[in-house]
């Protein structure tokens, strides 16, 4: 049985890592260096960062800030944010990422699913998805949730599954900071219908969420941000909750 997976994220914005309420009145949370190397420390199992003003401001996340983070993280890490072609994922993956991920550009252009995975395999694609619930239905947003689109989300992560996006990052953007528990309907309903992994993001506030989110949405991996941040939880006690809940997980 496939160990469940705690992942922190770290927004960046200029180099400092930033958290915010559904994707609004973003504040300073600290160094992603000195973070990211503290998660590592504590037994998360990977890590995310994300430019989240790249893809609006049109510029490249910086490779830079990978190579820094890189040298002080010794577990998989995810970048994304600005990602449009193969030259910036060559640059990131040779800068020490272990996957990228890729959200508006992707929706975009889908062709680019098809040759990011071709140039460097699915395992190194993630599809990242911001998806807000109104009109009965969940449907997917762009720019870092400032461009609402008429695809629904779990007919987008279908398709891009399909050209070989080899796992999701799940992002519900009603959730998003509220520390009122993960979206369980669409987590479940890509979990239960894809053939690749599902991370959950958006909403984590108690141990528990993290249960409901493996147990009842059978999601793969859960990511959380702000409860980390600020020492709400910590990973070693969230990892001994999870174990004596019945959740298999890495220590």
Same mark, same amino acid.
């Given at each position: 049985?496939?160990?469940?997976?705690?992942?922190?994220?770290? /927004?960046?914005?200029?180099?400092?890592?930033?958290?915010?309420?559904?994707?609004?009145?973003?504040?300073?949370?600290?160094?992603?260096?000195?973070? !990211?190397?503290?998660?590592?420390?504590?037994?998360? /199992?990977?890590?995310?960062?994300?430019?989240?003003?790249?893809?609006?401001?049109?510029?490249?996340?910086?490779?830079?800030?990978?190579?820094?983070?890189?040298?002080?993280?010794?577990?998989?890490?995810?970048?994304?944010?600005?990602?449009a072609e193969v030259e910036d994922v060559y640059a990131l993956?040779?800068?020490?990422?272990?996957?990228?991920?890729?959200?508006?550009?992707?929706?975009?252009?889908?062709?680019?699913?098809?040759?990011?995975?071709?140039?460097? !395999?699915?395992?190194?694609?993630?599809?990242?998805?911001?998806?807000?619930?109104? /009109?009965? /239905?969940?449907?997917?947003?762009?720019?870092?949730?400032?461009?609402?689109?008429d695809r629904k989300a779990f007919d987008w992560a279908k398709e891009a599954v399909d050209r070989g996006a080899g796992e999701i990052l799940l992002t519900s953007m009603n959730n998003d900071g509220t520390k009122q528990g993960f979206a369980l309907d669409i987590t479940a309903q890509l979990s239960q219908n894809l053939h690749v992994p599902v991370i959950a993001s958006g909403g984590a506030g108690t141990m528990q969420h993290f249960v409901d989110v493996f147990e009842n949405a059978q999601a793969d991996a859960a990511l959380a941000a702000s409860i980390f941040h600020y020492k709400e939880i910590e990973i070693p006690a969230l990892k001994t909750f999870l174990y004596e809940k019945g959740v298999n997980v890495r220590f």
């Open positions: 049985m496939l160990t469940k997976r705690i992942i922190p994220c770290l /927004d960046i914005k200029d180099g400092r890592t930033v958290k915010g309420i559904n994707f609004e009145n973003i504040r300073d949370a600290g160094d992603p260096i000195e973070l !990211g190397a503290l998660y590592a420390s504590q037994g998360a /199992d990977e890590l995310v960062f994300l430019d989240i003003t790249a893809t609006n401001e049109r510029r490249k996340t910086l490779a830079e800030l990978v190579t820094r983070i890189a040298r002080h993280v010794n577990i998989p890490f995810t970048v994304g944010g600005g990602i993956l040779q800068s020490g990422a272990d996957k990228i991920s890729v959200n508006t550009a992707a929706f975009k252009n889908p062709e680019l699913v098809d040759t990011l995975a071709r140039e460097f !395999g699915s395992q190194c694609i993630v599809l990242a998805i911001d998806t807000r619930f109104e /009109d009965g /239905d969940w449907y997917v947003y762009l720019n870092g949730g400032r461009v609402k689109t």
